[in-house]
Structures are given as structure tokens and as C-alpha cells.
């Protein structure tokens, strides 16, 4: 079966997250994706987090289904080298701070001249032009200029960050998305062109309505905790086994069962609940509804008795629960990896399903320049002329 991208080659100079991540996604397709590490600095993600056996594990996930390499770009001989590697790619993923690839001859225009085909796709904290431009920029950053932060969080706490990286993964998501049309039109236009993705935009574009409500209302946002301004009951509830569920009352009719199911069906008929704010106003009463019979019945009972009654509500998983949930098996959303280091890893499959042409993780993140000899060897270097770059530390 043909993958969607078989056939289209990418470059992918990015480190840490965002521009990794969505090179990956296009490896999930079917893509060639050559991850070009530093000789002396690999990405600092294969650092990040626990390790096993001295092998990092968050970066078995970054470096799924690609080719890595070794080149030192600020090398004369390096940048001539990855020249060579860009006449025939398709795609570029970089991610270093605006101005340093121009100042290694490495710039889009450089880059057009010798490939007019290619598409550069260059993600950074605060985008490739205005004052920040040359601010060092990380997705813990974007998640508190975006309005993230500001809106996250119990309504007497500080604003809160995820402690996971939210930002840099929205923004794979869009930056695989911006390739995608990128490549669309080059097949009408016949040419590349440069995409220039700021990670403190991806995160906004998430965060729904805010800045029209401001502009129209100048209503802002505020932290809620679990809660909702739209709707209520909306939050998390503790059963009697210490176990959580989520509840969620954004259609009437949800949250009409909802309080019919836990006994409180007489709230029904108040006149303020019949809409979403109405009943948001009187969060206090509903939570408190719904908490006292959630805390009388373990999870399981409660989903079941949810389920029945064709309410809204959904365990609150961890990575333990996951593993063996149904739902999950079923649509095959955690997928075991061969790997040559770890012998098999298990991480989150491909995040969707594509009838005819779906995506598939090969294998997981391949060691530290492993297909150097063979990716310059295919571009004429002899094996003497590749000793000899490494000797000197280009490769």
C-alpha cells in the first residue's frame, strides 16, 4: 500500500519539540524525514526526561520513522554539504533563531537558488520578524503570552502552565498542516515558499473566542479551575474508591439527565436552568448535587450509571488506565514499536485513522547519526571523504 507522502523527502534540522514532532507526523505518512544532528550536540531531546539504560525515552517518540544523520551546519563544508542534501528535498524543518541559518549561507534565499521546489518551514518562539524575532523562545513561553496560562488554573491560584509541552505540540500539528497546503501549491505554482510559524500563535488560534469577546464585550477571560462560564454542572468528581470523573453539561438535554440521575431532578424545572449561563451562575448548588452522589459510588458504578442514563461523564485516566482501556485497544491509539535499542517501546500511535491510506510507525528514534555513511554516501561522498569530514567534525 502507497503512503500518502511516499516520495516526498524532508530535512529536518529542528531541535527539542515543535519542529521535530511535525516532522514526525509526516514520517508517520510515509515521508523520507532525515533528522540532521549536531556531531558534538545531538537534540537536547534525547536528554529530556527518564532514560532507560541510558537511553532516552522521549526521544524514541520525537525520532519515530526517520533516517538520522550528523553534520555541523556552521562549518563552511557542513553548510556546502547540506546544500547538496537540499537540491532534491522537498521539505525543511528548521527551528533555529532568526538569522542564523542567512548567517551560515544558509538562508531562504541562498536555499531557492540551488532548490526552487523547496518549502522552509521555519518555526520559532516569536516568529521570523517584529521586535521578539530574536528572542530565544520555548512553548513555555507561548502558553503564558497566548492567554493560556492567564485562563488555566483555580480562580484564587496563579496561572497555571501544563506540564507537558502543550504549545510546541499544537504548533507540529499546524506546522505539519502549513506543509501540507504548502506542497499543494507548489503543485500548481511549480515553486516553494517559506513557512513562518511563531509558536505563540498555533496555542491562541486554540483558545476559541477570546479576543472577540474582549473586542466586542471587553470581557476577559477568567481562571475558573475546572468550571465553565458557559455551563454547570461542568467539573471533576471524586468517588468513593479516591478515583475521578469528569462531567460535562454542554447540551440541556446532558445536563437535565445528569441532575434527574443523581436525584435532583426538582432543579429541572428552576426557571434559571434552563440555559447554560443560568445554570453556570448556580454552579455552587449543581456541583454540589452532583459531587455528594459521586462520592457515594465507586468509578466504575458511576460510569455505568452515566452510561445508562446516556449522560455525559469519562473516567479521569492516567497513563496506567489507558493501557488497558477498551476504547483505546480498539482504535489502536497505543501502538508497540520495534526498536534495536529498547527491543520493542510502546507509545501513542498515528492520531488518526485514514481508510485507504492510513499512517504507521515503523520503527522508533534511531541512534545518534546512524545513517550518516549511507545518506552522503547516496549523495557521492567515498568512504574515505566521509572519515575525513569526521575526522574534522563536520560529520
Known sequence: ??????????????????????????????????????????????????????????????????????????????????????????????????????????????????????????????GQV????????????????????????????????????????VSALAAAYAVMLALRARDVTGTGQVVDLAIIEPIMAMLGPQITWYDQLGYLQPRLGNRSNNNAPRNTYRCADGRWVAVSTSAQSIAERVLRLVGRGELVDEPWFATGSGRAAHADELDAAVSAWVAQRDRDEVVAAFEEAQAAVAPVYDVRDILTDPQYAALGTVRTVPDEELGEVRMQNVPFRLAETPGEIRHAGRRHGQDTDSVFGALGLSAEELAALRERGVL
Not at 554539504?81 to 534565499?109: M, S
Not at 530574536?134 to 501544563?162: I, Y
Open 1 to 126: 500500500m502507497t503512503a500518502p507522502l511516499d516520495g516526498v523527502k524532508v530535512v529536518d534540522l529542528a531541535t527539542l519539540f515543535a519542529g521535530p514532532l511535525a516532522a514526525a507526523f509526516l514520517a508517520d505518512f510515509g515521508a523520507d524525514v532525515i533528522k540532521v544532528e549536531h556531531p558534538a550536540k545531538p537534540d537536547p531531546s534525547r536528554g529530556h526526561g527518564p532514560a532507560r539504560d541510558g537511553v532516552g525515552l522521549w526521544w524514541k517518540v520525537l525520532g519515530r520513522n526517520k533516517r538520522t544523520v550528523t553534520l555541523n551546519l556552521s562549518d563552511p563544508d557542513g553548510a556546502a554539504l547540506l546544500r547538496r542534501l537540499l537540491a532534491d528535498t522537498d521539505v525543511l524543518v528548521e527551528n533555529f533563531r532568526p538569522g542564523t541559518l542567512e548567517r551560515w549561507g544558509l538562508g531562504p534565499a541562498e536555499l531557492h537558488a540551488v532548490n526552487p521546489r523547496l518549502v522552509i518551514t521555519r518555526i520559532s518562539g516569536f
Open 130 to 169: 517584529g521586535p521578539y524575532a530574536r528572542r530565544p523562545g520555548f512553548g513555555t513561553l507561548a502558553e503564558a503570552m497566548s492567554g493560556f496560562a492567564a485562563a488555566t488554573g483555580e480562580p484564587d491560584g496563579p496561572p497555571t502552565l501544563p506540564p507537558f509541552g502543550l504549545a510546541d505540540s
